[in-house]
Structures are given as structure tokens and as C-alpha cells.
């Protein structure tokens, strides 16, 4: 009983864990790029008139860029298990193997 208790545990733990990152995370990231993009463009764009960071637009290109793979990589694991397939990642980039 005990072992059961501890096993349900971990599985917990780790099912928290993804979602906060992937269910939080994601969006997260996404408007931390929002606000890099207004810190490269030069804070208040409108009513301002400073000159832009170039460090924010590479932050929010680096931002979207990894939103853009999150997104890519859950579809791939949609359409490969919706063909009866799985993603693995046992290279460095994932494919689609049989199961």
C-alpha cells in the first residue's frame, strides 16, 4: 500500500510539473517576448522617441522562436499518434517511429 502511495506520488509530481511548464510556461514566454519586443522597439514606441534595443528584439526573436517549437513539436505528437505512431526523441531531433 505504501509503495502504491509512493508511486502515485512521483507520477503526480511529475504530471505537475509538465503542466505548470508547458501550461503555464508556454504562455509565459510567449508575453515575455511581447515585452522584449516593446523594450527593442524602444519602450513606449507611440509617444517616445528613443532609439531601440537590439538586446530585446534578440530576446523576443529567441522567445517566439522557442514558442514556435513548442507548438511544432505538439502537433508532430498529435498527427504521429493519430497515425499510430510515436514521437521519440532518442537523437538529438525528434522523428516519428512505429510503436
Not at 522584449?36 to 522617441?49: K, L, V
Not at 517566439?64 to 505528437?77: D, R, S
Request: net charge negative; aromatic share 8%; glycine share 12%.
Amino acid at each position: 500500500m505504501t509503495q502504491n502511495l509512493v508511486l502515485v506520488g512521483e507520477a503526480l509530481w511529475k504530471i505537475l510539473l509538465l503542466a505548470l511548464v508547458l501550461g503555464a510556461g508556454v504562455p509565459v514566454l510567449f508575453s515575455a517576448g511581447v515585452r522584449a519586443m516593446a523594450f527593442g522597439a524602444g519602450g513606449d514606441a507611440e509617444t517616445s522617441h528613443e532609439p531601440g534595443h537590439p538586446v530585446g528584439r534578440v530576446l523576443a526573436v529567441a522567445c517566439f522562436a522557442v514558442c514556435l517549437l513548442v507548438v511544432a513539436l505538439g502537433i508532430a505528437y498529435v498527427v504521429a499518434s493519430g497515425f499510430g505512431k510515436a514521437l521519440s526523441f532518442e537523437h538529438v531531433h525528434p522523428t516519428i517511429v512505429d510503436k
